[in-house]
């Protein structure tokens, strides 16, 4: 360095690195902080008791029971996450998903053992048929295509049999055209005003759901979801899908993926201003276990890093099967 590069680098007015010099001042002045009260924790509720079933593909993530869903959403609850998403595993499986609104299956016993344990706790549950039909497509079948206006139909009576059990939110995945304004309408026609929606409003025909896909034995017994399904190059119809849910009901709506569409996030909450929740899907947490496990990784900072990532897009809930881990990571910084 020259004396005159010396005398400019000892008169600079703003050193950026003054505000990085020590984990107190980085902590004093972070632009995004994470919280508990952000995540929702994803549960698969099978049927019996005592069941407790790792899932292969998804370390740490198993398919439990109601009584031990309950369990599991207690132990969350104290350690400060704000509610559960409920996906069901269902006795039995038929061409229309019946299953999905029967006041027994699953999700329904889980929604009212959970609000008579734990009635703080926010219940979300999961309204698509995909998990239901024996066919493992999100709905209806004619002519081998998914036939949108019937589908609707039997969406509607899942998600009055879950707002009737007692769920505090509902949450379409299925992506069928009008299914956010049939059932606002029928929450409405019921007495269930205060039930509110959460629409997957921009979800994308994505190769990270695999491990999903064991997890709630989903996947589809021939072709794929394209046909309602995102396709990932776009980005534009992310909006447009958001304003025509926002236009039919919807009270907070969802960008899944989230890392791989952190710029769909951004987009939506600046353009909307709406409650925004990102899904941090099965294959973005199943990707940072496997490299964890192998040492590639360090993964509580991974983990926090990447949810971190997600809030600063603009997400103001975060969908994550690191929930528990992650909120007792954040308690342990604040130590």
């Given at each position: 360095?020259?004396?005159?590069?010396?005398?400019?680098?000892?008169?600079?007015?703003?050193?950026?690195?003054?505000?990085?010099?020590?984990?107190?001042?980085?902590?004093?002045?972070?632009?995004?902080?994470?919280?508990?009260?952000?995540?929702?924790?994803?549960?698969?509720?099978?049927?019996?008791?005592?069941?407790?079933?790792?899932?292969?593909?998804?370390?740490?993530?198993?398919?439990?029971?109601?009584?031990?869903?309950?369990?599991?959403?207690?132990?969350?609850?104290?350690?400060?996450?704000?509610?559960?998403?409920?996906?069901?595993?269902?006795?039995?499986?038929?061409?229309?998903?019946?299953?999905?609104?029967?006041?027994?299956?699953?999700?329904?016993?889980?929604?009212?053992?959970?609000?008579?344990?734990?009635?703080?706790?926010?219940?979300?549950?999961?309204?698509?048929?995909?998990?239901?039909?024996?066919?493992g497509h999100c709905g209806v079948l004619v002519d081998g295509d998914v036939a949108n206006d019937q589908t609707v139909e039997l969406l509607v009576r899942?998600?009055?049999?879950?707002?009737?059990?007692?769920?505090?939110?509902?949450?379409?995945?299925?992506?069928?055209?009008?299914?956010?304004?049939?059932?606002?309408?029928?929450?409405?026609?019921?007495?269930?005003?205060?039930?509110?929606?959460?629409?997957?409003?921009?979800?994308?025909?994505?190769?990270?759901?695999?491990?999903?896909?064991?997890?709630?034995?989903?996947?589809?017994?021939?072709?794929?979801?394209?046909?309602?399904?995102?396709?990932?190059?776009?980005?534009?119809?992310?909006?447009?899908?958001?304003?025509?849910?926002?236009?039919?009901?919807?009270?907070?709506?969802?960008?899944?993926?989230?890392?791989?569409?952190?710029?769909?996030?951004?987009r939506v909450k600046e353009t909307f201003g709406y409650p925004t929740a990102a899904y941090q899907v099965s294959g973005e947490y199943s990707m940072i276990k496997a490299a964890c496990a192998r040492?590639?990784?360090?993964?509580?900072?991974?983990?926090?890093?990447?949810?971190?990532?997600?809030?600063?897009?603009?997400?103001?809930?975060?969908?994550?099967?690191?929930?528990?881990?992650?909120?007792?990571?954040?308690?342990?910084?604040?130590?």
């Open positions: 360095m020259n004396p005159i590069q010396t005398q400019h680098a000892l008169t600079l007015t703003h050193r950026l690195r003054r505000l990085r010099r020590s984990p107190g001042i980085r902590a004093l002045v972070r632009e995004t902080r994470l919280s508990p009260e952000q995540f929702l924790y994803p549960l698969f509720v099978c049927p019996g008791e005592g069941v407790r079933r790792e899932v292969p593909s998804m370390p740490g993530v198993c398919q439990l029971s109601v009584d031990e869903a309950v369990r599991e959403t207690v132990a969350a609850r104290a350690e400060g996450v704000s509610g559960v998403l409920l996906f069901g595993l269902p006795a039995r499986k038929d061409e229309i998903g019946s299953a999905a609104w029967d006041a027994g299956a699953p999700v329904q016993a889980a929604v009212r053992a959970i609000k008579r344990e734990s009635p703080e706790t926010i219940v979300v549950t999961d309204v698509c048929l995909c998990e239901y039909t024996s066919h899942a998600a009055l049999s879950h707002a009737d059990a007692g769920a505090d939110i509902v949450a379409p995945s299925d992506m069928m055209d009008g299914r956010v304004g049939a059932i606002r309408s029928a929450l409405d026609g019921r007495g269930f005003e205060q039930v509110a929606v959460m629409s997957y409003a921009a979800k994308y025909c994505s190769g990270f759901y695999g491990p999903f896909r064991d997890a709630a034995d989903s996947a589809p017994k021939f072709g794929d979801r394209r046909t309602h399904q995102m396709d990932p190059a776009n980005a534009d119809e992310a909006l447009r899908e958001v304003e025509q849910d926002i236009a039919e009901g919807a009270d907070i709506v969802m960008v899944k993926p989230a890392m791989p569409y952190l710029d769909v996030i951004q040492g590639w990784l360090d993964e509580p900072r991974v983990m926090l890093e990447s949810l971190t990532a997600i809030a600063r897009a603009g997400a103001d809930i975060i969908i994550t099967y690191y929930a528990r881990e992650a909120a007792r990571a954040i308690a342990g910084a604040r130590r």
